[in-house]
Every structure is written in structure tokens, then in C-alpha cells.
């Protein structure tokens, strides 16, 4: 104590002198004090790529009246900032805004930037894209979009990000824990929106930070220690420092400054200097700030293990002016170190993480997931997983378009000045943001997105037709060269659009259709498309004719069809076609078969006209629908689905269809809005009854039509050759003007005592077990009996009474439930009149206009259900789930006379002719990277004991994969092809985790590099990074059988 008096009076004496001085240097060097609460500033920026503003605007601060945010401006005064002090850190997320930034930069400041990077000073955490939603897209996107991050961070900086930071996002997947998180190679994840009671509970045991492992099948192999905010991803109340916060600075003044030095002389250290540039502030408050800084220390340490606590200094579009936050953080560094309370420190998520191993402590274990977020007892998060329904259709069909057209842009080798597919990869990449594919964008944002897949579209179609007519021209470039251009394709064939297959064939001339298949089996399924004549045969790919169906399209759908090309393309079709022309195409694993649609002449046995069947055709109660094993019985009446029979399997059972509204709570204590679902009250849709009940048949397919009312028509489909039942939908425009806004529902109800239990998938892959009205973590107080039981679905849901299984499965991301035992709900569409004051701040009311003629937007899609025998439903909700994701591509060109036949190969498999993937394997990446390698990854498709025979570890040969190459070298990958795979096994931490029961992980080998063999356990996901030596054309043409 005599000693610190001596120093006190010294400092006195400095404090009085120093006026003079210029410049004060505050000890900001970082340590870890281990007997002592480490308080980890982490700075960042929240920088949303695109929500209020879209991507463009947030990057360059146009539109600053929305918001003033400005992301160049936060990566220009950051940079800055760091390089004024080499103690300070900063993290950066969203690598969309930073590539843009870094191509703008001069040679030298890249080279500072690199410093900053090498140094730690500045790190990329996260590093896709952008932050992902992670309720709404499928994990083929969320693989894509962190990978083009990752290999961009490690192209120019050699870095591999090791945090997750999902700050933002609303409510949290498992995927994104298990395969966006341990299989990158991550070694934490970090977020901040979790459910309120779970919060509170968390809070009380400390268990706001565990091990999560998100894989049932994967086990111990999937953990991720996982760190969830106390509050939210902000610092605490009085710790924010933007230029126009209201937290008080820290502030120094000479006479007080001395007043305290007797009993804290450490504050007079620190003054003696500050003051020297402060002698007109009266303001003093250091001694308080301090006191602030270790109460909200201290009161996070109480719900935090070990005595490391976190806080996330910065929040949406912040750092503009970056010193402002940095001034402040050195000081306070400096103050709170002298105090000694508490330690503070510059850090990042990466330094926080191995503080928390060093601790040596056993964590909890957390299994599942982390939905639905609610933030208060009426203010569930679930609206979003069906928000902009169109948007999100749309995103889902140029997924597994890229996928598809990445498989064949390699087959013809990549052109990196284009066309390619980079910039569908871009906009598809930004497209998962989390407020981008969830719906909760402003509509100009929305637009924007949607704008730039449909400009990444166009160039991957050329991409497409170029390969196509690469393939079919006998690849002599003579025939390539004149072909290139023959391709066209359909993107409107949904709304039975297609102008190459719907004009009236010249005489003589025929319609070529190439239909290809980017899943390494053979598949067999109609396709269907518009046509303008009655008289039409089809011939296959080796000549033969083959059945066909024609099926009147009906003035119902061409009005939509005519509006909606006019509202897209600002142009009338020019046609009117008249059928759906149905055919079964058979198509090679990974490859096309041609299909020719030409005139019948007088001698064929041309296509078979659909008979179709009104309620007055018959006197019968009861009338059946579907051609072969799967019967469904309408009543018909009402014109009601009764039930529901396969016999094959010999299943019989009752089942209804219906269709609901919820009315949008429209309170000012909390709306329904692009976030928050608040049902007042559910309505059923009563069907308008017989005159809309209309059967068409024939030898394909039923279909059962009904216009259920003015504003809702539904298309329920039996295919002769399949055992489940496809409904299109086409919802809207949804009335408002009763001035209340709605949210469709679909029912599929048996009378399957199901126990309150349900399953919904994870990011379209893993399902997890839903109890109505519970929760694993916590004792659930029920508040919306409704809002609070939806969960996001991106492949399906299933329900079942231990002897049958219902399952339904989707063509988009849709919330849904099961509110009723037996049930599956399924939210459609929804329009809504009120803002959920969740900060968009404009209502969610999607219209469609033709000029400025606007009424509410109408959408149309899928979804699919069956019922199996319990414990065979996986077969079908995974093989044929993945059909879904990647439905057959189709191609048209035209011929004259039998031209095609003899001039092109008209069948082509990029994989071995006597070879095709196992039914529970996808390629679900196949790309020719900038350095001439290429990308593979192989997806097992099932959970370990969903499936007797496909729950088992399955096999792909990489030499069949390739014909005709050689394979010089293979590498296996992490997930997202930064770091080699063994390296990322080398560096993980096993963290200690409580209460664990170990089960078997089953996962395939090391590749054999004679073999070539690759094995995958289930669910498992292998990358790899193949080198390959060109032997010829490589790809197979199958022999027809
Ligand atoms: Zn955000």
C-alpha cells in the first residue's frame, strides 16, 4: 500500500503537469489472465447482403433514406483502424460485400489487408457468401454458397475460417451445426436467437454454451461446440459507439481526475495522459464506466461457464466510422485492465473458442435442433418458413438447375470468360441469405434477387444448350459448330409456357426433345409438355414409338398462363396450345435420352386422347382415380378424397384433403407478418362443390381437377407407374378485402393415431422427432398452440401409428405441422396486411402486375404423398425426394424428316455404360474448378436405420464416374474444399461433453488410390478434389434396351 501511495503522488504530480502533452498511449496488448474474468471484445459488423436495400445499395450506401448503411465504408474505416494499432481485431463475415470490396483495392493495400489477415488482426469467420437462413434452403445450397466464400478466402489469403457465426438467422438447424459446422472444419458456431423460455432455462443452468451434435447418424463425429448470446448480438446497454449512439464515451476532466487518484489511483494513470487532451471536459466519468464495464462483466460471467465471457461489439451495418468504436474499446481496455477486476481484451470467436478448450471443462450436450425462435409468448418465428412462396419456389428450381447445369458445363470444359455458370452461382449464393430465401426482405430486395438468378439463369441455359449440342452432334466440331443455338429451353413450362414445343409443325419438320437426368440412376417418369395439335406420335431414342397421352389444358389455366407471360416476359404468347402432351421418358444415370414428337400420319397409333369424367357422368357414390396399383376414391358428391389404396402393398386407408386459412392477427401487441405467424382464428375452405369436380384419364395418368373456389385450383395427379399421388396448386390471388389478411393450409388427414409425433427435416436432409406442445430442452408453456408447432420443411414431413406411415413431401421450403393426430399441415401461400414490426417495416403483400395493373400475387406448386407400411417410407421420401430437388431437364430443337436419328447421338451417359449410382447416392456437386480440377461430392441420402436396405454403407466407383479419363490423383476434401480433409481431422477439438451414450458411427474408408473405391456410411458427405488426365471423349452411350 506505501508503495501505491508513492506512485499516486507521482501520477498527482503528472496530472497537473501533463496538460502539455499531445498523445496518449492506452495498453490495448491482449491477454488471458487465468484468475480473472476474460471479457472478449469481439468487433464486428452485421452487414445483411441485402434486406431493407438490396446487396447494391447496402455496399455502395445508395439509398441512405431507407438506411444509412454504407458496407464500403465500414471495410475502408476498419481497415484503417487496424492498421493504426496492431492490438485491435475485427472479424468480417459476409464475403459477398468483401470480394467486391477487395477487387477495388490497390495492390498495396492488399498487401496491408494480407498483413492484417496473417497477423489475426483481422479475421473472416463464417466466410460464405453470405450469413445463411437456416430454415429455408436446401443443404445443397448451403454447401454451395459456403464454399464459393471459403475458396475465395482461401485463394487470396491462404486462410481457412474456424467459427461458425450465425448470428442472426431465426431459430437454428441442425445441419447447419453438423455439416455447415463440423464438416467445414469449423471449431465453434455462435449465435444469438434462440427461444425465450429455452433462454431463461439456459441462463439458470449455464448451458447457454454446449456441444451440439446435430447428427443422429453421425454421432460423436458431428460435434460443434456451440455458444448462444445471453441477449443478442449487440454489446451490452451502454457499450455501442457508432457515431450517433447514445452511450456515454468515456470522458476525462483535470480537477476531478485528481480528486480520485487518493483511493483509485489507477484511474490517475490513465488520466494523467488523457487529460492532456481533454482539459475542457467537465464530464468526467471514468470511475463509472469502469463500474458500468465490470457490472455487465459480472452479470454475464453469472450464466457463462469458465472465466471466459463474450461480447459481440457492434451490431447491423455498424464500424462506418470506425474509430469511434475503437477509441472507446482501447480506453476501456486500459481503464478496466488498471482496475483489475476484470480483464478485457481485443479477441475474435477463435481466440474465445480456445480459451474455452484450454478450460479444460466438461460440457453439456445439446442433440436436435433450435426451432421454432420465439422472442416472446406471441411472437413465433414461423411465418417465415413459407413467406414469398414463389421467391422460395423459385430458388429451389434453380438449385437443382445449377446442379445440373455445373454437371454439364464440365462434361464440355469450363469457359471462364463465359457463358458459365458464375454468375447463377452468385446470385444463387446471395439468395440464401437470411433475409433473402426466408422471405423477409423488403419487395424491391425481393425483386433484385430474383432479377439477378433470373440473369445467371440466362447465361447457364446457354451453358446448357451449348453442352447439349456439343453431346448430340456426334462431337465432330464441324456438326458442333453449326448446332450451337439449336437448344431451346422452358423456364415457364410451369404455367405451360413453351414456345418451341407448342407451334404447329411444318410439314415435314418434328420436335426434338432431350430430356437429361443429373442423378446417377435411371429413371423412368412422364414428362409432359404444351402442344398445339391432337395428332402426334413419339418416338424414343432408338426409333420405337412409345405411348403417349394428350390432356386439354383448360381455359382456366391459359388465362393464368396469358397473364403471367405477359406480367414476365412484357409480351402475349403468340400461341395458344391446346394439350399437355404426356410421355414416359427412360433416361441413363448422369446422362439424356432424345425424344422426337412429330405429326401422326393416317397408319400410327397416335397419342391417346384423355376421356374425361364429370360428376354427371355417373349415379355412382364413389368414383376411383389412378391406372394402376395406387386407387384414390372421391366422393362424388362433394367431390371428396375418401381414400387412399396401393395394391401392391395392400394399403387401405381413409383419408381426407382439405384446405384452411388462418385470419393474420392484425393487433398493434403483435401482427402476423414476413416473420411472425399469429393465427386469429382458422377457417375451413369448403369446395365449391360437383360442377368444379372434373377426372380426365388415360393410359399414363388420372388427373382429378377442381377449382376448390374462385381463388384456389388444385390438380391431384395418379401416375399408372408410381404409388404416390403429385398436387399442383395454384393459390391466389389471396382476397383481402375484408381487410384481413391469410395464410393457406393444406391438410392430408388419416386416421392414424399418431401420439402428437411428427418428423420434419433439417435443411432437407436429416428428419428430426416434433411432440405438439413439447420440447426436449424445456418444460414448454404453450402459448400458440399453433404458431408454436410449425417447423420449416424443405423435403418433407411424415407421421405414423407404428403400423403405416403418411408422408408428405415438397417441392419448396413451406412451414408446416401436424396440428391433429393423423395429420399433416402444410402452409401454402399467405398475404398479410399488417407489419410484425420485426424491423422489414412493409407489409407482406406480394402482387403481380401486368403495367400498372396489380392484384395479389398468385403461386402455383407441388407437393406428393403416400402412405407405406411402416419402416418403408424412407425408400421413397429419400430416392424419390431427391427427384424432386432434381427434376428431369428438357431441351428442344427441331428436324426435318428423320434427319436427327442419323446425324446425332440421341442417348449419352457421362458414367459407364454398364454402371449407375446405388438409390441412396447423389452427385450432388460435379464442377470443373478455375484450376482445371474438379470438384466431386457424394452424398449418402439416409439415416442410419431408416431403411433395412439403403441404411447401409454404399459404394461409388470413381472409375466408372469417369470413363474414358484417367484418374491421376484423388484428395479428399472438408465440405466446403478449403483444407484437405485429414488436416481438418488433425485439428479438431474433442471437447469433453456430459451425458453421453455413444452409438456406433459407421463411415467410410480412406480411397484406396489403385481402387478408386469411395464408401459412404449413411447420411455422410464426401468432397473431393479430382485430377483427371484427358484419354478422349470421355462419357458412355448406353446401348437401348
Ligand atoms: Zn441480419
Not at 91 to 115: D, M, P
Not at 205 to 225: I, P
Not at 562 to 574: E, F, M, Q
Request: glycine letters at 8%; hydrophobic letters at 35%.
Amino acid at each position: 500500500m506505501k508503495r501505491l501511495f508513492s506512485v499516486s503522488a507521482f501520477l498527482v504530480f503528472l496530472c497537473f503537469w501533463g496538460g502539455e502533452c499531445k498523445y496518449m498511449v492506452y495498453d490495448t496488448s491482449q491477454r488471458i489472465l487465468a484468475d480473472k474474468i476474460n471479457v472478449h471484445l469481439v468487433p464486428h459488423s452485421h452487414d445483411d447482403v441485402g434486406w431493407l436495400k438490396t446487396v447494391d445499395q447496402y455496399y455502395t450506401g445508395a439509398n441512405n433514406s431507407i438506411r444509412g448503411a454504407c458496407v464500403q465504408n465500414v471495410l475502408d474505416s476498419v481497415i484503417s483502424a487496424l492498421l493504426d494499432d496492431k492490438n485491435r481485431k475485427f472479424i468480417y463475415v459476409e464475403i459477398a460485400f468483401f470480394q467486391r470490396w477487395w477487387n477495388q483495392q490497390s495492390g498495396l493495400l492488399k498487401t496491408k489487408v494480407k498483413e492484417l489477415v496473417n497477423s489475426g488482426q483481422l479475421e473472416f469467420i463464417n466466410g460464405g457468401m453470405c450469413m445463411h437462413d437456416e430454415a429455408t434452403p436446401h443443404y445443397i445450397d448451403l454447401i454451395d454458397q459456403t464454399t464459393l466464400g471459403h475458396m475465395f478466402i482461401h485463394r487470396e489469403f491462404g486462410q481457412k475460417p474456424r467459427v461458425g457465426w450465425q448470428i442472426d438467422p431465426f431459430g437454428h438447424s441442425s445441419v447447419q451445426a453438423y455439416l455447415l459446422g463440423a464438416e467445414v472444419g469449423f471449431d465453434s458456431l455462435f449465435f444469438a436467437r434462440m427461444d425465450y423460455q429455452d433462454r431463461a432455462k439456459r441462463k439458470c443452468d449455464k448451458t447457454l454454451e454446449v456441444v451440439w451434435q446435430g447428427s443422429r447418424s453421425l454421432g460423436s463425429s458431428s460435434q460443434l461446440f456451440t455458444g448462444i448470446f445471453p441477449r443478442h448480438y449487440d454489446p451490452p446497454d451502454g457499450f455501442t459507439f457508432e457515431i450517433n449512439d447514445v452511450s456515454p464515451p468515456i470522458q476525462v476532466n483535470a480537477s476531478k481526475t485528481s480528486c480520485v487518484i487518493s483511493y483509485f489511483w489507477c484511474f490517475c494513470l490513465v488520466t494523467n495522459s488523457t487529460l492532456k487532451d481533454d482539459v475542457l471536459l467537465f464530464d468526467y466519468n471514468v470511475q463509472e464506466r469502469v463500474n458500468d464495464f465490470v457490472a455487465a462483466a459480472m452479470a454475464q460471467a453469472n450464466v457463462t461457464r469458465t472465466n471466459h465471457i463474450m461480447w459481440a461489439m457492434g451490431t447491423d451495418f455498424r464500424y462506418q466510422y470506425a474509430l469511434s468504436w475503437f477509441r472507446q474499446m482501447d480506453k476501456f481496455i486500459h481503464y478496466v485492465n488498471l482496475d483489475g477486476r476484470v480483464n478485457a481484451l481485443y479477441s475474435t470467436p477463435s481466440i474465445y473458442t480456445d480459451a474455452k478448450y484450454a478450460a479444460n471443462e466438461t460440457w453439456p450436450l445439446k442433440t436436435g435442433d433450435f426451432f421454432p425462435y420465439a422472442d416472446k409468448e406471441n411472437t413465433y418465428w414461423t411465418g417465415y418458413f413459407t413467406s414469398r412462396p414463389a421467391f422460395k419456389g423459385y430458388v429451389r428450381t434453380m438449385s437443382g438447375y445449377y446442379v445440373a447445369a455445373r454437371q454439364l458445363e464440365f462434361y464440355k470444359g469450363r469457359s471462364s470468360s463465359g457463358p458459365n455458370t458464375d454468375a447463377l452461382a452468385n446470385a444463387l449464393a446471395i439468395a440464401q441469405h437470411h433475409d433473402a430465401v426466408s422471405g423477409t426482405q423488403r419487395q424491391h430486395v425481393a425483386a433484385d434477387y430474383a432479377m439477378r438468378i433470373s440473369i445467371g439463369y440466362a447465361e447457364a441455359e446457354e451453358v446448357v444448350a451449348s453442352t447439349l449440342a456439343y453431346l448430340t452432334t456426334s462431337r465432330s466440331s464441324a456438326n458442333y459448330e453449326k448446332s450451337v443455338g439449336m437448344f431451346q429451353q422452358c423456364p415457364l413450362l410451369n404455367i405451360s409456357y413453351c414456345p418451341p414445343s407448342e407451334v404447329v409443325l411444318a410439314n415435314g419438320k418434328s420436335l426434338v426433345v432431350v430430356v437429361y437426368n443429373s442423378l446417377g440412376w435411371k429413371r423412368e417418369e412422364v414428362v409432359r409438355v404444351p402442344v398445339s395439335s391432337h395428332e402426334l406420335i413419339v418416338l424414343d431414342s432408338s426409333g420405337r414409338e412409345i405411348e403417349s397421352q394428350l390432356l386439354p389444358i383448360f381455359n382456366s389455366s391459359l388465362n393464368m398462363r396469358d397473364y403471367h407471360v405477359k406480367a414476365y416476359l412484357g409480351k402475349s404468347p403468340s400461341t395458344t396450345p391446346q394439350y399437355w402432351l404426356g410421355f414416359t421418358a427412360t433416361t441413363p444415370p448422369l446422362g439424356f435420352s432424345t425424344y422426337i414428337i412429330s405429326s401422326a400420319k393416317h397408319t400410327d397409333r397416335s397419342s391417346i386422347m384423355s376421356t374425361m369424367w364429370t360428376s354427371d357422368s355417373t349415379s355412382d357414390k364413389t368414383v376411383v382415380v389412378g391406372g394402376g396399383d395406387l386407387k384414390l376414391l372421391y366422393a362424388t358428391d362433394e367431390g371428396k378424397l375418401t381414400s387412399y389404396i396401393n395394391n401392391r402393398n395392400m394399403v387401405e386407408e381413409s383419408m381426407e384433403h382439405s384446405y384452411s386459412y388462418y385470419s393474420g392477427y392484425n393487433g398493434t401487441d403483435q401482427a402476423s407478418g414476413a416473420y411472425i405467424f399469429r393465427p386469429n382464428g382458422t377457417f375451413l375452405i369448403k369446395s365449391e362443390g360437383e360442377k368444379a369436380f372434373t377426372i380426365l384419364r388415360g393410359p399414363l395418368m388420372d388427373e382429378v381437377h377442381q377449382q376448390l373456389n374462385s381463388w384456389i385450383y388444385q390438380v391431384t395427379r395418379v401416375y399408372k407407374e408410381k404409388e404416390h399421388a403429385e398436387v399442383e396448386f395454384i393459390i391466389g390471388p389471396i382476397p383481402v378485402d375484408d381487410g384481413v389478411g391469410k395464410e393457406i393450409t393444406t391438410q392430408i388427414t388419416t386416421a392414424f393415431k399418431t401420439n402428437k409425433t411428427f418428423y420434419t427435416d433439417s435443411n432437407g436432409r436429416d428428419f428430426i422427432k416434433r411432440v405438439r406442445d413439447f420440447r426436449t430442452d424445456w418444460d414448454l408453456q404453450v402459448n400458440q398452440p399453433v404458431a408454436g408447432n410449425y417447423y420449416p420443411i424443405n423435403l418433407g414431413a411424415y407421421v405414423g401409428d407404428g403400423r403405416m406411415e403418411l408422408s408428405v413431401l415438397v417441392d419448396r421450403a413451406v412451414g408446416g405441422s401436424s396440428l391433429v393426430d393423423g395429420q399433416i399441415e402444410l402452409m401454402l401461400h399467405r398475404r398479410l396486411l399488417c407489419d410484425d414490426l420485426k424491423g422489414v417495416g412493409e407489409v407482406l403483400n406480394e402482387t403481380i402486375c401486368v403495367l400498372n395493373d396489380c392484384k395479389g400475387l398468385v403461386v402455383q406448386g407441388k407437393f406428393y404423398f403416400r402412405i407405406d407400411p411402416v419402416g418403408t417410407g424412407a425408400k421413397w421420401r429419400r430416392t424419390f425426394g431427391q427427384e424432386i430437388y432434381s427434376p428431369l431437364l428438357l431441351a428442344f430443337s427441331e428436324q426435318d424428316e428423320n434427319e436427327w436419328k442419323n446425324s446425332h447421338v440421341s442417348s449419352f451417359s457421362m458414367i459407364d455404360a454398364s454402371y449407375s449410382l446405388p438409390n441412396n447416392i447423389a452427385v450432388i456437386t460435379l464442377q470443373e474448378l478455375e484450376s482445371g480440377k474438379v470438384l466431386v461430392r457424394l452424398a449418402h441420402l439416409y439415416e442410419v436405420g431408416e431403411d433395412k436396405d439403403y441404411s447401409v454403407m454404399a459404394t461409388v466407383e470413381l472409375k466408372k464416374l469417369f470413363p474414358n479419363r484417367k484418374i491421376s490423383k484423388v484428395t479428399e476434401m472438408n465440405l466446403s474444399g478449403n483444407q484437405e480433409r485429414g488436416e481438418m481431422e488433425r485439428k479438431r477439438l474433442a471437447w469433453k461433453v456430459k451425458d453421453l451414450s455413444e452409438v456406433k458411427i459407421v463411415r467410410g474408408g480412406a480411397v484406396d488410390s489403385e481402387k478408386q473405391v469411395v464408401e459412404l456410411g449413411p447420411m455422410e458427405i464426401r468432397t473431393f478434389i479430382i485430377d483427371l488426365d484427358y484419354l478422349g471423349m470421355f462419357g458412355s452411350v448406353p446401348s437401348d434396351e
